[in-house]
Antibody, heavy 120, light 110 residues
Framework: QVQLVQSGAEVKRPGASMKVSCTAS????????INWVRQAPGQGPEWMGW????????GSLQKFQDRLSMTRDTSANTAYLELSGLRFDDTAVYYC?????????????WGQGTRVTVSS | QSTLTQPPSASGTPGQRVLISCSGS????????VNWYQQVPGAAPRLLIH???QRPSGVPDRFSASKSGTSASLAITGLQSEDEADYYC???????????FGGGTKLTVL
C-alpha cells in the first residue's frame, strides 16, 4: 500500500534551518510529484511547493522561494524539505503529499505530518 | 486570509443534507479544477473530491461536488456523525502560480 512516512518533530531557534524527510513506499517514487503543505496551529493548510522526483525540478510559492529548498534521494525513495531563516510564524505541522502528474492540487496520499516548533 | 471564501462553520443533524460553498475568482476556481479535502483533528487532510466532481475510490457517494463559474460547492447527504470535520477546497491559482486552500469550513453534526 502507498505510504509516505515523515521524520520526527523538531524544535528550532529563530534563524535556524529545518529539514524534514518524506520516505515513500508502495509505488514508483519517480512517477509522482511530491508537494509540501504546512498547517499552522488553528489555521488551514498552506501549500508551499512541489518537486518532481524524476527530474528534480521544483516550484514554490514566491513567499518561500528565497529560503525553501526541495531535494530528493531517489535511491532511498525520499524527498526532503529544507526551510532556512526560521521565524516564529514558521511553527506548523509540515506535510508531504503525493500528486499525480498533470494534476494540480490533487493530493491523493499524505504523510503523517512533522511538527516543527520555532521557539527561543 | 485565503483568496477562497468558505463559510467558517456549517451544521446539520444526522440524515440531513449539508452544502459547503467555496467562492473564488477567475484565476483559481474559474479556470482550474477544484479539489476538496476532509480533515479530522490530529490527522492529515484526506482527498474527498478531485477534478471538480470526481470521488476517489473509498469515498462514499454521500459526498458530491459541483462548480459553476467562480464558485464551487460540496454536498453531503445522509449526514453522519463521522462526517464531523473541517472541509477545504483547493484549486490551482494562476496568479499565485500555486495551489490555494480555502479558509475551511468546520462541520458540526448536531
Amino acid at each position: 500500500q502507498v505510504q509516505l512516512v515523515q521524520s520526527g518533530a523538531e524544535v528550532k531557534r529563530p534563524g535556524a534551518s529545518m529539514k524534514v524527510s518524506c520516505t515513500a513506499s508502495g509505488y514508483i517514487f519517480t512517477n509522482y510529484d511530491i508537494n509540501w503543505v504546512r498547517q499552522a496551529p488553528g489555521q488551514g493548510p498552506e501549500w508551499m511547493g512541489w518537486m518532481n522526483p524524476n527530474s528534480g525540478k521544483s516550484g514554490s510559492l514566491q513567499k518561500f522561494q528565497d529560503r525553501l529548498s526541495m531535494t530528493r534521494d531517489t535511491s532511498a525513495n525520499t524527498a526532503y524539505l529544507e526551510l532556512s531563516g526560521l521565524r516564529f510564524d514558521d511553527t506548523a505541522v509540515y506535510y508531504c503529499a503525493r500528486n499525480p502528474w498533470g494534476t494540480y492540487g490533487l493530493f491523493d496520499f499524505w504523510g503523517q505530518g512533522t511538527r516543527v516548533t520555532v521557539s527561543s | 486570509q485565503s483568496t477562497l471564501t468558505q463559510p467558517p462553520s456549517a451544521s446539520g443533524t444526522p440524515g440531513q443534507r449539508v452544502l459547503i460553498s467555496c467562492s473564488g475568482s477567475i484565476s483559481n476556481v474559474g479556470t482550474n479544477t477544484v479539489n476538496w479535502y476532509q480533515q479530522v483533528p490530529g490527522a492529515a487532510p484526506r482527498l474527498l473530491i478531485h477534478s471538480d466532481n470526481q470521488r476517489p475510490s473509498g469515498v462514499p457517494d454521500r459526498f458530491s461536488a459541483s462548480k459553476s463559474g467562480t464558485s464551487a460547492s460540496l454536498a453531503i447527504t445522509g449526514l453522519q456523525s463521522e462526517d464531523e470535520a473541517d472541509y477545504y477546497c483547493a484549486p490551482w491559482d494562476d496568479s499565485l502560480n500555486g495551489v490555494v486552500f480555502g479558509g475551511g469550513t468546520k462541520l458540526t453534526v448536531l
